[in-house]
């Protein structure tokens, strides 16, 4: 379909068989940077050797969220769905990141709660991929991401809401965002993205690119891949059409005057 697909570290299929399956298509890899550092280094060689063209770091994860409707519906990985990204890289201690994994969601975390602004320099040392840090939603997050070098870009995203109830809706934290990075980074968004108008809306107000999360699983478990083909032509049609109907012809038309909140308008 054309689009970026940021697979993730915890993804039921091997970044390799992904990469074989769709070899066209861009493709970024979506980690955690976990307590050890030999098997954060070992993933990051074997997605770059797969061809993966980013590295997304998720930083909103240093432990995982109280997820209510998972404890509530008893979630549990089925035990034939395993992690192989995890799995594939054979030493005790990554055995026990690939058992986080199976956890993760139900306490689990595979992040090293530690994590902090020095270790994206360390990544950024082991890798030329560009780093892009997934779960900023500040302006003053996003102004400390400037002075390290290796991030070129970043997904404003909150987890689509599963980490902290309360936190901004990401559309709310973006123009900030936008504001404190300029041109110096891309800026890209996430959560709650359901239709060509909240695309639009997120271009407007200064997303390089919108993501997808449950829609894309909602489609798959409708109809497999074609659920998945029809959730995009969906939203792409709808783009389409918000962006002819609204004056845009095309992507660089799209001007922040598009959006106007709600408070702009008195209440009577
Ligand atoms: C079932 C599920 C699994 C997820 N797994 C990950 C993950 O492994 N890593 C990650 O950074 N984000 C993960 N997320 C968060 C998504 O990457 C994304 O930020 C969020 O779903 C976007 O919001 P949306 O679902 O409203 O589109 C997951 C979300 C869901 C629903």
Not at 24 to 45: D, R, S
Not at 64 to 92: C, E, M, W
Request: proline share 5%.
């Amino acid at each position: 379909m054309g689009a970026c697909m940021a697979v993730s570290t915890f993804s039921n299929s091997s970044a390799e068989d992904i990469m074989a399956a769709s070899p066209h298509g861009l493709k970024w890899f979506q980690m955690y940077f976990m307590p050890n550092k030999v098997f954060t280094q070992h993933l990051i060689q074997k997605v770059e050797r797969a061809g993966y063209k980013a590295l997304v770091v998720t930083v909103d994860l240093p432990i995982v969220g109280k997820r209510y409707s998972d404890i509530r519906n008893k979630f549990q990985l089925p035990s034939h769905v395993t992690v192989p990204n995890l799995l594939a890289l054979k030493d005790g201690s990554e055995q026990d990141s690939a058992k986080d994994g199976r956890n993760y969601g139900m306490g689990g975390s595979p992040q090293d709660p530690a994590f902090s602004w020095k270790d994206i320099d360390w990544l950024s040392s082991i890798t030329k991929l560009p780093i892009i840090l997934k779960g900023i939603l500040t302006a003053e997050d996003a102004g400390i991401a400037l002075d390290h070098p290796g991030v070129k870009g970043i997904l404003v995203s909150n987890h689509g809401g599963r980490q902290l109830d309360g936190v901004p809706a990401t559309i709310e934290a973006l123009p900030e965002i936008v504001r404190a990075v300029g041109d110096k980074l891309e800026v890209y968004l996430d959560g709650g993205v359901r239709t060509g108008t909240d695309a639009l809306k997120a271009l407007a107000l200064g997303a390089r690119a919108v993501f997808l999360g449950r829609p894309v699983i909602w489609g798959l478990t409708f109809n497999g891949e074609e659920g998945v083909r029809q959730v995009m032509k969906i939203l792409r049609d709808e783009l389409d059409l918000a962006m002819a109907l609204s004056g845009c012809c095309s992507l660089g038309d799209i001007q922040p005057t598009l959006v106007v909140r709600e408070d702009a308008y008195s209440k009577l």
